[in-house]
């Protein structure tokens, strides 16, 4: 019985599109419609695009709401200067210096004050070790997640002919 109800609609469409080329010609049909099926490419090509970083966001953002560990009362200093947003900010930072396999030595920090308008400023100097492909990577993704300044980098070759690097990086996170 479907095939019944299709076969008209079926037959109008066939005779409605055999009037449409017969009106404009063919070419200006295929004009049009290689246009639409590249946009209809090209969204679906960046649809999962899209949606990764979309997820990759969330994952981002659930990271920030995370609660902090407790300091330990060992460190008092940090307790004092570091507030709890920039104690999450410099864990992102090294969260992302771990995920592009950049090993962190050690980090030196301090306040500097930027201005009356732009009020305090952290400023980090990471030792590191990696590769500089990599640290690219990682300075486009800190640079898009946090209010980040790379101030200067310092490069250096442990060997002549390999590619690990000994970095240096100075950043200086701006206070909200």
């Given amino acids: 019985m479907s095939s ?3 076969a008209p609609s079926l037959a109008m469409m066939r005779w409605h599109g055999t009037r449409l080329i017969a009106k404009t010609g063919t070419w200006p049909l295929v004009l049009l419609v290689v246009p639409v099926i590249l946009a209809l490419g090209w969204l679906g090509w960046l ?3 899209n949606t990764y970083l979309e997820q990759e966001l969330s994952a981002m ?3 920030l709401k995370a609660p902090l560990p407790v300091i ?3 460190e008092p200093s940090l307790q004092g200067t570091l507030s709890v947003t920039e104690y999450q900010e410099v864990k992102m930072l090294f969260a992302i210096f771990a995920k592009y396999h950049l090993q962190a030595k050690s980090s030196h920090y301090h306040f500097t004050s930027a201005g009356e308008t732009s009020g305090k400023t952290l400023q980090l100097s990471v030792p590191l ?4 492909p990599d640290l690219t ?3 486009k993704e800190i640079s898009q997640a946090l209010p980040v300044t790379v101030e200067r980098i310092t490069a250096k070759r442990k060997q002549t002919d390999g590619t690990a690097l000994t970095l240096t990086l100075q950043l200086t996170l701006r206070r909200g």
């Fill in 129 to 132: 070790e990696g590769n500089w």
């Fill in 61 to 63: 953002q659930q990271k």
């Fill in 72 to 74: 330990a009362s060992d």
């Fill in 4 to 6: 019944n109800l299709l």
């Fill in 47 to 49: 649809a999962p695009q």
């Fill in 137 to 139: 990577k990682a300075i």
